[in-house]
């Protein structure tokens, strides 16, 4: 048997067949994530149909200008995260771990914000699952509590993803100061890259359907 | 002509221990369960005999001519065929079951109507003038008995064997199901869906009477009176008459005299005391609160059904009369 | 198929001097393994302590129904008992079953890989089982998990103990390794193939545990999310299946059946990979209609995604949408039926021994034929409204699932048993077994069906006398079924020790697999592979090989 390099795990051959497993089982994961979100997203739907006009109404109070910029703040670390990918096929150490501890404080600038818009739900009283949380005026009130749920479970779901993704990005940058392995960060970056870009998508659809299509 | 008598066979093994059809449903539905048990008979017997046969035949060891040359094109010939003989088959069960199916959820437009409550562990029914019974139903014979069903809690399944229907009863909404006893007779009802640890107890019992004493029967059950006297029971029944009524101890509004007159809401705003008011204070309690009370009136929903709501606002209706600070 | 090594059939058979199972022995090496043949093994321990924990549900159950009233256990004790039965045998036995055991054993060895394409979630695929299995039993000692294995709201999240939301937690967790099992199923199969293994000449096998991991990865994620729901529902309250806040119950109904549905198919559509194996092998002759067989199998996976209303017939859903699943039902059921006949054909004109395995092959036919059939008039909606929710169902889920699935993992069990352990089981208790299995299932579930028709519901803890015969015909039945199921147990272990040494290819078999030795090596193959011909070539072998004289 000719010698490997060490490179390739040892069930592969050569290392554009490791490589592309790697990507081809990212790609699947990711499948499986859009059919978790479909799911939520299928019941969101069901329910809408059931209560179109509440939902609609309940839907004002989300602060959609805010998120507004919050949908801009991650498409910028989108953005920076494909350049860090481009960065550390250039073999740029320096260049790489800029990118993506920008990218990195782009996604705690999201989640901060998203924070912020909850403490704001629980002022305005439409959190119903904490006790003395919810005093919604608007139009039958015990049924908007379920566009609620569903507002809270969906950027719930997306805001623990996003959290995965940020310590990705934080053992990434650990990677990348370090230099090791330039041809392995490369690989393993596609793979979170791809990560994220789910996350930027999933978002996009989220706040398209709650925020925006509602108004 | 062996399978057949065999299907026959199946189809008499199961007639022992069919329960009693006691309704022209019941009948087509038997009527194509034996077509089903006898055409399934018959394929799995040819199917069962051809394997044996061929199992006996070419077992290794036997001599015989194994010769066996089919070229992919008259493979894919034989594959075709026999995926259209069994889609065609298909089709047609498929078009036998949906005939009966929109047959039984046509709702019938005559037909006596009788609400259904499923409750843990127990059904409730009440009749069209009003008289009531627990898990025990009296129908009268040959006509159509359509049942408005809700539960309070879970999912119940009303289920009568000799009618040979059955449907989920759904909190939070009406289900319906309708049937036409044409047998005089005591039959079996069942949950059919596993309702909680009493679920194999919530059993009952359909009683088929002839329509005269049908009648008879139920001129001679207890029927309570007028609405408002039928809306003071459910009043006292389901504890609002704790709070709201007299020298009662918990802070709530008195309801003697309320109705028509205009209230000032905690948020400032009025409202008169009308019949939709009344219905989503007992629905929605905490929406539109009379100022200088606690919200802690708890919600009725799914606990009264909007008949016996309305029974309850005659009774509101009527309080002035009946009592006076 | 041809390898480089060429086991020489003649000479009398040997331990290899290193395979899997002697390279190292310690704990730690088998907890740390990411060898695929030793996570198989460790899938294969935890799935038989599982099946017995199930079964032993099983056993009080029948003995309570012996009588029609509720005289051995209480009503609390029933429920837990079909809730704990359910819930183990479906997520914690049935679905990994195949795929976990052979199919991690056997995809890579039959398509010429090394390894799986990921070993290490491999592994990690077996500790996230292990701390589901671990979150199941613990809700059985916390409490009672108690609202049946389809957890249908309002029950489960208002009015049962809390313990069923920690069992439903265990299936959420469980769900996650059935994830990386697919996913390294997909990416092996994709990636690894060795030269010449195109995608026409893998063996049924293979085509199976793919078709299998499409259905596992796009079903599981949403019966996750939706017992997320259930739980939080449950904890915070957050109500989206509670109709007390305008939430839809059927809507859970809905999502739950869009997983549940598949699940059949996931634990079927192995079963029928295995079969094919079995029965070509025992007729030696090479499948009739393999490229149909192919793409009956992708097609069962992706239409078993459109059937899930049928299990809402009589639920609340609309006629129409009633009427869709069931045309789509029947047409998911027509290629299980050309499968049928694509596996008599066959056997036509074969040379059919009688191994044990085989015997499990022609059972799992006969009994899938009877569950097919029967599930068609399950089909009809104009009969389900009869029919639904009685033991005619039950009867009709445990021949697909026991009858079908398990009979088929038992056939796989004694077929590859010399491959994975490098001895051979005794062949009389073998085929002993798999008649006594064959006998008291048909004993045990045949009552089932007559009990459905006299009308009686599932989930009875008591019941009128008039189906006290067929219960207990029923449970007279289960005992044999008890004993066919212990007997394997028992002779297996014993062959584990006493049993002949197997030569690498005991039953003159095709696949990469039976050309290596009994047991692999650590890396499956000594010299790499090279495919260079179609599956199940059988008149090649027997030319090259000689006829296959029976098992040695």
Known sequence: MNAKSDQIKEQFETLEQQKSADRLGMWIFLATETMLFGGLFFAYTASHTLHPHVFSEASHELEWNLEFGNTAVLLTSGFTMALAEIAVSLKRRGLTTLLLLTTIFLGIWFLVVKGVEYVDDFQNGIVPFIAGGYFYTGPSPEIAKLFFNFYFALTGLHAFHMSIGVLLLFIMTTLAWRWRDPDKLTRQMTIVGLYWAFIDVAWMVIYTTLYLLQQ | ?325 | MSAVTVPDVKRPPHFPEEHYLNNSFSLKSWLTTTDHKRIAWLFFVALTFMFFIGGAAATVMRLELLTPAGDLVSDGSYARLFSTHGIIMVWFFLIPSIPNTFGNFLLPMMIGAKDMAFPRINLLSWYVYMLGAGVLIGALFAGSPDAGWTFYTPLSTQYTDPATIIAAVGVFIVGFSTIMTAINFIVTTHRLRAPGMTWFRLPLFVWSMYAVAILMLLATPVLAITLLMVTVQHWLGIAIFNPAMGGDPLLFQHMFWFYSHPAVYIMLIPAMGVVSELITTFSRKQVFGYEIMVFSMLMISLASFFVWGHHMFVAGESVYSALIFSVMTFIVSVPSAIKIFNWTTTMYKGKISFDAPMLYGVSFIGLFLVGGLTGLILAMTGLDMNLHGTYFVIAHFHYIMVGGAVTAYMGALHYWWPKITGRMYPEMWGRAAAIAIFVGFNATFGPQYLLGVAGMPRRYHTYPPVYQVLNEASTAGAVVLAVGYALPFCYLIWSLRYGKIAPPNPWGATGLEWKTASPPPPHNFEEPVMVTDKPYDYIKYDAEHGEWQGRP
Request: aromatic share 12%; charged share 20%; with cysteine.
């Open chain 2, 1 to 325: 002509m062996s399978v057949w008598i065999i299907s026959l066979l199946a189809d008499g093994v199961i007639v022992q221990f069919l329960p009693p059809a006691a309704t022209p449903m019941a009948h087509l539905v038997d009527q194509l369960f034996f077509w089903m048990v006898g055409i399934s008979g018959v394929v799995a017997m040819a199917l069962t005999a051809a394997i044996g046969i061929v199992m006996v035949r070419y077992r290794r060891g036997a001599k015989r001519n194994r010769k066996f040359h089919i070229n992919k094109k008259r493979e894919l010939w034989v594959e075709f065929t026999w995926s259209l003989i069994v889609f065609v088959a298909f089709m047609a069960f498929f078009y036998a079951g949906a005939n009966l199916y929109v047959k039984a959820f046509s709702r019938p437009a005559q037909a006596l109507r009788i609400d259904v409550t499923g409750k843990q562990w127990m059904w409730k029914f009440e009749h069209p003038n009003g008289a009531r019974e627990i898990d025990t139903l009296h129908v009268p014979v040959n006509r159509v008995i359509e049942l408005e069903m809700s539960s309070v809690d879970v999912i119940h399944d009303f289920d009568v064997p000799a009618f040979r229907v059955k449907h989920d009863v759904v909190p939070g909404t009406h289900m319906h199901l309708w049937f036409e006893p044409t047998r005089v007779g005591s039959y079996d009802l069942y949950c059919n869906q596993f309702c909680g640890l009493g679920h194999s107890k919530m059993r009952g019992q359909i009683v088929v009477m002839k329509q005269d004493e049908y009648a008879n029967w139920l001129q001679h059950q207890q029927v309570p009176g007028s609405p408002s006297e039928q809306g003071a029971e459910l009043f006292r029944a389901h504890g609002c008459s704790g709070c709201h009524i007299g020298n009662a101890t918990v802070h709530a509004p008195h309801l003697a005299g309320i109705y028509g007159k205009t209230v000032h809401l905690s948020d400032g705003t009025t409202k008169i005391v009308d019949d939709a008011y009344i219905r989503d204070s007992i629905l929605f309690p905490k929406r539109d609160v009379v100022a200088g009370y606690p919200p802690i009136m708890p919600s009725f929903r799914g606990q009264l059904s909007e008949g016996e709501i309305q029974l309850i606002i005659s009774y509101i209706k009527a309080m002035p009369h009946r009592y006076k600070r």
